[in-house]
């Protein structure tokens, strides 16, 4: 049987704080609709897309990005932070109707900067698929506490091929510990690209990854004037097999 494949993308929004250091929502919305709609995405992970701190209020309008995009914005009132949120501390999903969802979680991750991830099993053409998108902390340590949370998160959850997409803020492409298969459970694998700073990359803070039997493939940084602008992140996509 052929592999399905989804096409998958990350990007760190900054709280729509560009790289010239100005806020601008509707630039963010512009460099989606310009640089990402155009990829057919069948996942679209965005991070810092709340308010950094309480009540962690929108940012930008996910409604305008849900009907350029063609996905769905999946956060109802259970899946946001709270009332005045989009989505989980930051963390914002949008998904094709394709994907039948029967599962979604929102996990809450330790450390001194409240940090979270958001979880969802769906049925991809009779095909099992969990999405995962997070945006991990600074700290090497804490990174390496929050993969191992995942990882217990999952341990407790079925068997089945898991995506997880997002600001990991690890610049090593190696990754050390914290994608351990002994500390997560699972090998969470696929190559590094650097995303950050967007005018300059260096470093590989955004990463697509997958379990076996999948595999992330055609990995790119997504490179266009507006969305250099629109974030000091660079989007990231990729195209994940789903055997």
Request: overall charge neutral; aromatic content about 6%.
């Given at each position: 049987m052929q592999a399905e494949q989804l096409r998958c993308a990350t990007w760190n929004i900054h709280r729509a704080k560009g790289s010239d250091g100005n806020v601008d929502p509707a630039r963010v919305v512009e460099a989606i609709d310009h640089?990402?709609?155009?990829?057919?995405?069948?996942?679209?992970?965005?991070?810092?897309?709340?308010?950094?701190?309480?009540?962690?209020?929108?940012?930008?309008?996910?409604?305008?990005?849900?009907?350029?995009?063609?996905?769905?914005?999946?956060h109802d009132c259970a899946l946001r932070w709270g009332t005045e949120s989009d989505g989980f501390l930051?963390?914002?999903?949008?998904?094709?109707?394709?994907?039948?969802?029967?599962?979604?979680?929102?996990i809450d991750l330790p450390g001194?900067?409240?940090?979270?991830?958001v979880?969802?099993?769906?049925?991809?053409?009779?095909?099992?698929?969990?999405?995962?998108?997070?945006?991990?902390s600074l700290s090497q340590p804490l990174r390496i506490i929050q993969m191992r949370t995942i990882g217990?998160?999952?341990?407790?959850?079925?068997?089945?091929?898991?995506?997880?997409?997002?600001?990991?803020?690890?610049?090593?492409?190696?990754?050390g510990l914290m994608l351990n298969r002994r500390l997560i459970g699972t090998a969470l694998r696929g190559p590094a690209r650097r995303t950050f700073p967007s005018r300059w990359p260096l470093l590989p803070l955004d990463r697509i990854l997958t379990n076996a039997p999948g595999k992330v493939q055609q990995l790119r940084t997504v490179t266009s004037t507006k969305v250099a602008l629109a974030s000091d992140h660079l989007p990231l996509e990729a195209t994940v097999t789903v055997p």
């Open positions: 640089s990402l709609t155009p990829l057919g995405l069948h996942v679209l992970a965005l991070q810092e897309a709340d308010g950094e701190c309480r009540p962690h209020a929108s940012v930008v309008n996910v409604q305008e990005i849900a009907t350029r995009t063609g996905l769905e914005y999946i930051g963390t914002i999903l949008f998904l094709s109707p394709s994907l039948e969802r029967t599962k979604t979680d929102l001194h900067c409240h940090r979270g991830a979880s969802v099993e769906a049925t991809f053409n009779t095909r099992e698929v969990r999405i995962m998108s997070t945006h991990l217990q998160y999952l341990r407790r959850r079925p068997p089945m091929q898991t995506i997880l997409l997002g600001d990991l803020n690890e610049w090593r492409p190696w990754s």
